[in-house]
T-cell receptor
């Protein structure tokens, strides 16, 4: 069964303090791994799609990487506006997008 | 380009009642999927429709049902509501089944069952 585990559950960072979020996955026939950002009471907002091990993508202060078993979302010099829940999801051979429980990130000044 | 629109935004229902939630897909998107997100949890896949046909279903009982219309808008129906059905219900649309198309999410419907 496809499964996604995210860690840590919650992360508090001071502004400018870089860190990484982890997404471990088990899926038969990975077609894509997605990162989303979700603000309270809102729907997930697309960040990245990664397709194969070794791939990396960047957007502003965020960089996503992928191996055969996990993905990392690196946040460089975060700002308070980066505070949100970050969700990881995988799409395998079943056309079902499977999400992890997310990492709640708080960045304080 | 309009995004994914869900209605209503909030809803309160009594246990045992039935509810219908609606989703208007992003223009040109023929695939829609529904998710249930309990507080503090990640979204759970309910089912997906592609060109008006159901093409995938998660571990939800038959009282969760859906429809996709010719204009690709969609409904989620839940019968015999239970307290545990209280959650944020999300709709996502896509240009198709190719993974590269990605998924665009709506802001959700917050359902409270009392």
């Amino acid at each position: 069964e496809d499964q996604v585990t995210q860690s840590p559950e919650a992360l508090r960072l001071q502004e400018g303090e870089s860190s990484s979020l982890n997404c471990s996955y088990t899926v038969s026939g990975l077609r894509g791994l997605f990162w989303y950002r979700q603000d309270p009471g809102k729907g997930p907002e697309f960040l990245f799609t990664l397709y194969s091990a070794g791939e990396e993508k960047e957007k502003e202060r965020l960089k996503a990487t992928l191996t055969k078993k996990e993905s990392f979302l690196h946040i460089t010099a975060p700002k308070p506006e980066d505070s949100a829940t970050y969700l990881c999801a995988v799409l395998g051979g079943t056309d079902k997008l499977i999400f992890g429980t997310g990492t709640r990130l708080q960045v304080f000044p | 380009e309009t995004g994914v629109t869900q209605s209503p935004t909030h809803l309160i229902k009594t246990r045992g009642q039935q509810v219908t939630l609606r989703c208007s897909s992003q223009s040109g998107h023929n695939t829609v999927s529904w998710y249930q997100q309990a507080l503090g949890q990640g979204p759970q896949f309910i089912f997906q429709y592609y060109r008006e046909e159901e093409n995938g279903r998660g571990n939800f009982p038959p009282r969760f049902s859906g429809l996709q219309f010719p204009n690709y808008s969609s409904e989620l129906n839940v019968n015999a509501l239970e307290l545990d059905d209280s959650a944020l219900y999300l709709c996502a649309s896509s240009l198709g089944l190719e993974v590269g198309y990605g998924y665009t999410f709506g802001s959700g419907t917050r359902l409270t069952v009392v």
